[in-house]
């Protein structure tokens, strides 16, 4: 019992070291590996080494995210399960969160890099987990081999059971099987060597900023947080790792492929006071899309009432949980129409905020937004992708230089000895299908954009004007003539 002391007492040593949360900052003079992050050189007994990384991310504030594993504990108590609700964490959520490092500089360790007109994120190991919900796809009733085949389309079932068998996919910190049916609550776990997709290396302008909000021209192809095969490649954490903002809080979104106004407000306060006013409808919004087709003239309301909206041109999802519609109202208005072309540039004022809405609405109307594969538009935008990604951080690759890389505002060099065998080591994964080439993570034809732009936003008496982008700066005569904007 006293040697487990002492060695619990000289991990939590090693970990407040290594920016654990018993320590708030990293310092400068921290190990740090290009694309690995920050480390710690732990010495073994018999003469090697052990490498801590420390954490690509910070965990959530709430306490406890496991809430499957809080009920096998409380058993069939309900007064016990709702105790361990309140803040009693499940003994594996506490060693793992105990001895993780945490630290407020968490998020660094791989790099952007720059090419072929793109932003990339150099390959890392990551967890990913998913909170099994009817609201979420694809949802409790599905079994492990349904859930990967769904979630991970990419992967071969041979690799899924692999990474099943190999303790690489857990469910609720355990090990499972294939045939495992998810449950409403469950976690997935995902280990993995990330690849993640691109977006477009685009400036990304500032258009207000004070010491409660930050408003931003959002550029299209990024997306606003984590999610699906962005983790790095979002706007918030692109915000943190090259200006420091963090803990920046979401009141609105923008479809990726959306560009335009963007309000981030900086802490809960001001957050809470725009958030009311999106909440009641209390904020004008004005949108630019181009569309397919000879739009009416004048300006007039499409009220229509929304049942579901896509996820992929496939996989649709309702908006409410019985599957009733939602009231959804925008007011339209042509701006310009090109013959040549056969395109219009429209004006869109949402008076709510329903996901897709916009594009919904206009593709119900036979005018179906430029490049919006998922509602109808016959275009695509081919990317700029002509090698695979596997090739663009190859080990070998000297085309890459010093100055295509991005590094965080954490990131400092070092001359530790173990530093060029940690970067080689994360930069390729034997085991990895995206790194032996076996697949590919990235579709050439998927659009990078659709032409919709958030233009104004007028709330809490403010007001935000976006630049128009390029797609639309050809309509400018029209635009100053027709005054709409």
């Not at 921290?30 to 920050?38: S, T």
């Not at 609720?172 to 990330?194: A, F, I, P, Q, W």
């Not at 006013?277 to 569309?291: G, M, P």
């Not at 908006?319 to 429209?346: C, M, P």
Request: glycine residues 6%; hydrophobic residues 30%; contains cysteine.
């Amino acid at each position: 019992e006293n040697r487990l002391k002492m060695c619990r007492n000289a991990i939590r040593s090693a970990l407040a070291l290594a920016g654990s949360k018993y320590r708030p900052k990293l310092k400068e003079t921290e190990l740090y590996a290009r694309g690995v992050g920050h480390y710690l050189v732990l010495p073994r007994r018999d003469g090697g080494n052990r490498f801590l990384i420390l954490a690509k991310g910070p965990l959530s504030i709430r306490k406890t995210r496991f809430q499957n594993i809080a009920e096998e504990i409380s058993g069939d108590n309900p007064d016990n399960l709702k105790f361990h609700k309140l803040g009693i964490l499940p003994r594996n959520e506490k060693v793992f969160r105990d001895y993780l490092p945490l630290h407020e500089d968490a998020f660094s360790g791989p790099s952007y890099v720059r090419k072929n007109g793109l932003l990339w994120v150099q390959p890392y190991y990551a967890v990913i987990t998913q909170h099994v919900r009817e609201s979420s796809h694809p949802g409790p009733g599905v079994t492990i081999r349904e859930y990967c085949s769904m979630i991970l389309p990419r992967f071969s079932t041979q690799e899924h059971e692999n990474d099943v068998a190999n303790g690489w996919i857990v469910v609720n910190l355990k090990k499972t099987s294939m045939d495992y049916v998810l449950r409403e609550g469950d976690t997935v776990s995902k280990m993995g060597h990330y690849h993640e997709k691109p977006i477009l290396d685009l400036p990304l302008q500032i258009i207000h900023e004070d010491e409660g909000l930050v408003v931003v021209n959002k550029p299209p192809s990024w997306p606003v947080h984590s999610a699906g095969g962005f983790r790095m490649n979002s706007l918030h954490n692109i915000l943190y790792k090259t200006i420091g903002y963090h803990k920046l809080r979401t009141v609105h979104r923008l479809d990726r492929m959306t560009s335009g106004v963007l309000i981030i407000p900086k802490n809960q306060k001001v957050a809470s006071e725009i958030g009311k006013c999106f909440i009641s409808d209390q904020t004008y919004k004005q949108y630019v899309a181009l569309v397919h087709g000879k739009f009416p003239a004048g300006k007039f309301l499409h009220d229509s009432p929304l049942e579901t909206y896509n996820l992929t041109q496939t996989v649709k999802r309702p908006f409410t949980k019985n599957g009733g519609k939602v009231s959804a109202s925008t007011y339209f208005e042509l701006i310009a129409y090109d013959e040549s072309s056969d395109q219009s540039l429209v004006s869109c004022q949402p008076l709510t905020g329903r996901t897709h809405q916009l594009r919904l609405h206009l593709s119900e109307l036979g005018h179906p937004i430029v490049y919006d594969t998922i509602y109808g538009s016959t275009s695509t935008q081919n990317t700029p992708l002509q090698e695979p990604f596997t090739r663009e951080f190859n080990a070998d690759d000297d085309e890459l230089k010093e100055e295509d890389f991005i590094h965080d505002i954490y990131h400092t060099e070092n001359t530790d000895p173990h530093r060029d065998m940690l970067e080689k080591r994360f930069r390729f994964d034997p085991n990895c299908a995206f790194c032996t080439g076996e697949n590919f993570r990235h579709d050439e034809t998927e659009p990078m954009f659709i032409c919709l732009h958030s233009y104004r936003y007028k709330v809490n008496g403010y007001e935000f004007v976006a630049e128009l982008p390029h797609w639309a700066k050809s309509f400018q005569p029209q635009i100053e003539q027709q005054n709409i904007l």
